[in-house]
């Protein structure tokens, strides 16, 4: 069997890895989680100890940022950033869980190993409430576990360990919707979805002694390749998504356990981390994405109703750790609420926010755990032509359409106080922010 080294170092980092993303390891023979950075393959430490039995898998709720695990005869839920014991779900209606998911409107599902057959139990995972089965009779009895993923369409997919495809379920309903995999591999075990060049993706692992991951669409379930081949993860456990699209396999070799990553859509190896770790298990999580929160101003406006898109960039030094661009409906100069989620963690993350016509500012952000509120941008005015820059150019355009009603968005928009019409009010406007610049 060809295995790779399993040295901490890593090699060939992107600088996408700036960020600090945990990545979370559940351990049977200590029954309790382990933590490692993403980043270095640093050991973080470990939670869970003393309220865990048996913890095959585990998920990082979204909705509240809560870990949840699971445990013989139950779901454990913990502060993944002090390890604090937070309660139960599932008593009374599990078995034997293995794997879990969250649909989107916060459902949480579950995998249960019964005595009469493989099925899907859902919960409100706050309250506790259960919220019905689905799969019963279609998931046969794995000896060793079922894995699940699911869409954002809510759309279940899973696979029973050993399996031989991946089957679909209406995550509401309960239908049943077929197979994908049929024919390519067996032995499945571990699934993750991914947006793989522009192509909708869901990937099974492979526990087998050469290891693979097989990568199969999902709105076609055409096979589009594999990756891991060749020895780099001998009987893969588990697999996630990264926040920078990696995907994380992890292995076993003889009494050795280790996570390996990889670019799904290339194959490329990228390292190992959480190698010669005394620790047995098959479940894999990745921490959820940070929110940030807080008010936008934007300066020198007295318009309403307007839905501005807002991009905001995160940066961890000089390198561009994420960026993404949402709706926000200015109201006149008062502050105005948003929220965000970004992959970017760390002491002094710089936090860009743009608007269609207002210059780029800055401010600096400790981005930790589930993330960070009150993180309040004050943007200036005037960049009407999207230069970087309040200058003589966007003079020339509210000259040119001075008089005009011009009520739209963009980035030729010479309304630059949000009237309703190209005044004298807008060059003031202009003028009183010319040579201002990007943060």
């Known amino acids: 069997m060809?295995?790779?080294?399993?040295?901490?170092?890593?090699?060939?980092?992107s600088s996408a890895f700036a960020q600090a993303t945990m990545v979370y390891v559940p351990d049977i023979n200590s029954n309790s989680v382990l933590k490692f950075d993403a980043t270095t393959g640093e050991y973080k430490g470990i939670i869970g100890a003393g309220f865990l039995n048996n913890p095959l898998n585990l998920e990082q709720n979204p909705n509240d940022n809560r870990l949840y695990v699971t445990s013989i005869g139950r779901v454990v839920r913990l502060d993944p950033y002090t390890g604090e014991y937070l309660g139960l779900v599932g008593s009374g209606f599990l078995e034997f869980p293995d794997d879990i998911t969250f649909g989107s409107d916060g459902t949480m599902y579950v995998t249960d190993l019964k005595s009469t057959g493989t099925c899907i139990l859902k919960f409100n995972p706050v309250t506790g409430e259960y919220k019905g089965i689905i799969?019963?009779?279609?998931?046969?009895?794995?000896?060793?576990?079922?894995?699940?993923?699911?869409?954002?369409?809510?759309?279940?997919?899973?696979?029973?360990?050993?399996?031989?495809?991946?089957?679909?379920?209406?995550?509401?309903?309960?239908?049943?919707?077929?197979?994908?995999?049929?024919?390519?591999?067996?032995?499945?075990?571990?699934?993750?979805?991914?947006?793989?060049?522009?192509?909708?993706?869901?990937?099974?692992?492979?526990?087998?002694?050469?290891?693979?991951?097989?990568?199969?669409?999902?709105?076609?379930?055409?096979?589009?390749?594999?990756?891991?081949?060749?020895?780099?993860?001998?009987?893969?456990r588990a697999i996630a998504k990264m926040p920078n699209g990696w995907i994380l396999a992890r292995g076993q070799s003889g009494s050795t356990e280790y996570v390996a990553r990889f670019v799904p859509d290339t194959g490329e190896y990228k390292g190992l981390f959480a190698a010669n770790w005394n620790?047995?298990?098959y479940g894999l999580a990745v921490e959820t994405p940070a929110t940030v929160s807080g008010s936008l101003v934007f300066g020198d406006y007295v318009g309403t109703g307007v839905v501005r898109p807002v991009t905001f960039e995160f940066y961890d030094g000089a390198t561009l750790i994420d960026s993404t661009t949402v709706n926000v409906t200015p109201n006149g100069g008062t502050p105005v609420a948003y929220s965000v989620r970004t992959d970017a963690r760390g002491p002094a993350i710089t936090v860009k926010a743009r608007g269609s016509r207002w210059l780029k500012k800055a401010v600096v952000a400790n981005i930790s755990g589930p993330g960070v509120s009150g993180v309040s941008i004050s943007m200036t005015n005037g960049d009407c032509d999207a230069s970087t820059e309040v200058d003589a150019a966007d003079i020339d355009l509210v000259i040119a359409n001075f008089g005009l009603i011009f009520p739209g968005p963009g980035p030729e928009d010479s309304d630059i106080d949000g009237s309703g019409e190209v005044d004298a009010a807008d060059i003031d406007i202009v003028i009183a922010n010319f040579g201002t610049v990007d943060d």
């Open 279 to 281: 620790i047995f298990g």
């Open 135 to 236: 799969a019963t009779g279609f998931l046969g009895n794995p000896s060793w576990g079922s894995c699940l993923e699911i869409a954002a369409d809510d759309t279940v997919y899973v696979i029973g360990a050993g399996g031989t495809a991946i089957q679909k379920f209406n995550g509401v309903t309960g239908e049943y919707l077929g197979v994908i995999g049929s024919g390519f591999f067996s032995s499945g075990r571990g699934l993750a979805l991914a947006d793989v060049a522009g192509n909708p993706t869901v990937m099974s692992g492979v526990a087998t002694s050469n290891g693979s991951v097989f990568k199969f669409r999902t709105d076609t379930s055409a096979y589009t390749g594999m990756f891991a081949t060749g020895g780099f993860v001998p009987n893969v």
């Open 2 to 13: 060809q295995v790779r080294s399993f040295g901490i170092g890593l090699c060939c980092l």
